[in-house]
C-alpha cells in the first residue's frame, strides 16, 4: 500500500495529465453536446494530445474514457449520443489516465450554463466537502477522521452522503486498497502513512442517501430522484501532509 518515491513521481505525472483534461473540459461550452460527444472530445485529447492511455476503456468491458453522471445520477452514467446535455444540468465527468503503467482518477460536476440555484449549492458543497476531506489527509491520521470530515460538512448543509461507492487506493491498478469511505468517526479505520496513496471521492445527495443500483446496466440514481454531485481527486500522504495529484491550475492547497 506504500508507494516509493519513483512511484509518486510517476503517479504525479500521470495527476498532472489529467488534471490538464479537465482544464481543456474547463474552456469547453457543454450546452449542446451530446455526453458521448464529450467522452470523443476527451478520449482523443487523452490519446493524441498527451500520448496517455484512458484507463477506463476496456476495464470492466467498459466501452468508454469516462463516466458522465446527469442530475440524478449519482455515479457511473454512460456516454451516449441521446443524451444532450442541456443549460440547467449538473454533470460529473469522471475521468481515469494511465501514463507509464501508473493510473490518476479525477472527476468534477460541471455545472451547463446557468443552473437553479439549489443545484449550484450542492456542487459548490461536495466540492467544499471534497476538500474538507483532503484537508484531514497527514501521517498519523486515520481514515476514519477523512470520511468524517466530508459526512459532518454534508450534513450541516442538509445534505447525505452515499454510502455505496467510495473511494480506493491507486497506483498500477485503477482500484486497489485501502478502501476510503466518506462518512466515519474520527480516530477510527486505518491509520494514514507517508506513500499512501488513494482517491476521495464523495457523491452527495440533495435529498436521502439512498441509491438504485442497475443489475445490469451501470448508472446509479438516487431512490427519491433528488440531484447528486460529485467531485473527486487523487491524493497522496507526505512527511508533513498531503499532495493532490490530480490538482488543477485554478485550485490551491
Ligand atoms: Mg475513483
Same mark, same amino acid.
Given at each position: 500500500?506504500?508507494?516509493?518515491?519513483?512511484?509518486?513521481?510517476? $503517479?504525479?505525472?500521470?495527476?498532472? $495529465?489529467?488534471?490538464?483534461?479537465?482544464?481543456? $473540459?474547463?474552456?469547453?461550452?457543454?450546452?449542446?453536446?451530446?455526453?458521448? !460527444?464529450?467522452?470523443?472530445?476527451?478520449?482523443?485529447?487523452?490519446?493524441?494530445?498527451?500520448?496517455?492511455?484512458?484507463?477506463?476503456?476496456?476495464?470492466?468491458?467498459?466501452?468508454?474514457?469516462?463516466?458522465?453522471?446527469?442530475?440524478?445520477?449519482?455515479?457511473?452514467?454512460?456516454?451516449?449520443?441521446?443524451?444532450?446535455?442541456?443549460?440547467?444540468?449538473?454533470?460529473?465527468?469522471?475521468?481515469?489516465?494511465?501514463?507509464?503503467?501508473?493510473?490518476?482518477?479525477?472527476?468534477?460536476?460541471?455545472?451547463?450554463?446557468?443552473?437553479?440555484?439549489?443545484?449550484?449549492?450542492?456542487?459548490? %458543497?461536495?466540492?467544499?466537502?471534497?476538500?474538507?476531506?483532503?484537508?484531514?489527509?497527514?501521517?498519523?491520521?486515520?481514515?476514519?477522521?477523512?470520511?468524517?470530515?466530508?459526512?459532518?460538512?454534508?450534513?450541516?448543509?442538509?445534505?447525505?452522503?452515499?454510502?455505496?461507492?467510495?473511494?480506493?487506493?491507486?497506483?498500477?491498478?485503477?482500484?486497489?486498497?485501502?478502501?476510503?469511505?466518506?462518512?466515519?468517526?474520527?480516530? %477510527?479505520? $486505518?491509520?494514514?502513512?507517508?506513500?499512501?496513496?488513494?482517491?476521495?471521492?464523495?457523491?452527495?445527495?440533495?435529498?436521502?442517501?439512498?441509491?438504485?443500483?442497475?443489475?445490469?446496466?451501470?448508472?446509479?440514481?438516487?431512490?427519491?430522484?433528488?440531484?447528486?454531485?460529485?467531485?473527486?481527486? %487523487?491524493?497522496?500522504?507526505? !512527511?508533513?501532509?498531503?499532495?493532490?495529484?490530480?490538482?488543477?491550475?485554478?485550485?490551491?492547497?
Amino acid at each position: 500500500m506504500i508507494k516509493q518515491p519513483h512511484e509518486l513521481a510517476l $503517479l504525479a505525472q500521470s495527476g498532472r $495529465l489529467l488534471a490538464s483534461v479537465f482544464e481543456m $473540459l474547463d474552456r469547453t461550452p457543454l450546452a449542446g453536446l451530446s455526453t458521448l !460527444a464529450v467522452n470523443d472530445m476527451v478520449e482523443r485529447f487523452i490519446v493524441d494530445d498527451l500520448k496517455a492511455r484512458p484507463a477506463s476503456k476496456g476495464q470492466y468491458d467498459f466501452a468508454y474514457v469516462l463516466n458522465s453522471s446527469v442530475n440524478d445520477v449519482v455515479c457511473h452514467g454512460v456516454p451516449s449520443a441521446s443524451e444532450i446535455l442541456a443549460e440547467g444540468d449538473i454533470v460529473n465527468l469522471d475521468i481515469t489516465l494511465e501514463k507509464n503503467g501508473y493510473i490518476a482518477d479525477s472527476s468534477k460536476t460541471y455545472m451547463v450554463g446557468e443552473v437553479h440555484p439549489a443545484a449550484r449549492r450542492l456542487v459548490e %458543497t461536495t466540492y467544499e466537502a471534497l476538500w474538507k476531506g483532503i484537508q484531514a489527509v497527514r501521517p498519523g491520521a486515520r481514515l476514519g477522521d477523512v470520511g468524517w470530515a466530508i459526512e459532518r460538512h454534508a450534513k450541516k448543509n442538509g445534505y447525505s452522503v452515499v454510502r455505496e461507492y467510495c473511494g480506493h487506493g491507486i497506483g498500477r491498478e485503477m482500484h486497489e486498497e485501502p478502501q476510503v469511505m466518506h462518512y466515519g468517526r474520527p480516530g %477510527t479505520g $486505518l491509520l494514514l502513512r507517508e506513500g499512501m496513496v488513494f482517491t476521495i471521492e464523495p457523491m452527495i445527495n440533495r435529498g436521502r442517501r439512498g441509491v438504485i443500483t442497475p443489475e445490469d446496466g451501470w448508472a446509479v440514481v438516487t431512490k427519491d430522484g433528488s440531484l447528486s454531485a460529485q467531485f473527486e481527486h %487523487t491524493v497522496a500522504v507526505t !512527511a508533513s501532509g498531503v499532495a493532490v495529484l490530480t490538482l488543477r491550475a485554478d485550485e490551491r492547497l
